[in-house]
Structure formats: structure tokens, C-alpha cells
Nanobody
Framework: QVQLVESGGGLVQAGGSLRLSCAAS????????MGWFRQAPGKERTFVAT???????TYYADSVKGRFTISRDAKNTVYLQMNSLKPEDTAVYYC?????????????????WGQGTQVTVSS
């Protein structure tokens, strides 16, 4: 059973940085795609960033391009480095996994989800 556990959220001032982590377990993830999504209060869950474990291809939402970076380490942990944070980045951030290698920005294409971690950016 795939498990995704996020951590690293918190309260930060505008312009600051946070690094989210997602510890993935239960499978060999070499053929998976990993993604980060976020959901602000009263809004739908939207795509933030994604990469495929095998080829390293990445893709970002326009709203975070140049500020956020998705990466991984050798121990099945996926990171989202968030710099130059803005109040509109405030949301619950979710890690997700997809059982195929080609990346997707659609939440409906992801098979597994973490519980989420809150990020709050104050102005």
C-alpha cells in the first residue's frame, strides 16, 4: 500500500521560503509520477508541480514557475522548495503519486494522496 506523508508546512511572511517534504513508501517508485497540488479555502484543488521519477521531467503551474522547485532524493522523499512566497500561495498542500511515468497536471490522474500540510503566508 502506497503511503504519502507530507511535512514542512507552517506560517511564513510574504517573501519568505518553505520546503515541503513528502515521504513515499510502499512501492518502488521508479515508474511513478509524483505531484504537488494545493487547495485554498473554498476553492478546488489545483496543480502546482510534477515530475516523473524515471526521467526527471518536470512541469510547473504558471503561478509558481520560477519560485517553486520540485525534486527528490534517493530515499523516496519528494520535496517542494517554495521561495518568494505570496499570500495567494496560502493553501493546504498535497503530495500525490501516479502509477505511470508520463506527467499530468490533472488531479483525476493521480492514484494516491497524502493528508496535506498547511502553508500560510502572511502579508
Amino acid at each position: 500500500q502506497v503511503q504519502l506523508v507530507e511535512s514542512g508546512g507552517g506560517l511564513v511572511q510574504a517573501g519568505g521560503s518553505l520546503r515541503l517534504s513528502c515521504a513515499a513508501s510502499g512501492r518502488t517508485f521508479s515508474s511513478y509520477t509524483m505531484g504537488w497540488f494545493r487547495q485554498a479555502p473554498g476553492k478546488e484543488r489545483t496543480f502546482v508541480a510534477t515530475f516523473n521519477w524515471s526521467g526527471g521531467s518536470t512541469y510547473y503551474a504558471d503561478s509558481v514557475k520560477g519560485r517553486f522547485t520540485i525534486s527528490r532524493d534517493a530515499k523516496n522523499t519528494v520535496y517542494l522548495q517554495m521561495n518568494s512566497l505570496k499570500p495567494e500561495d496560502t493553501a493546504v498542500y498535497y503530495c500525490a503519486a501516479r502509477r505511470v511515468t508520463w506527467i499530468s497536471t490533472s488531479r483525476d490522474d493521480y492514484d494516491y494522496w497524502g493528508q496535506g500540510t498547511q502553508v500560510t503566508v502572511s502579508s
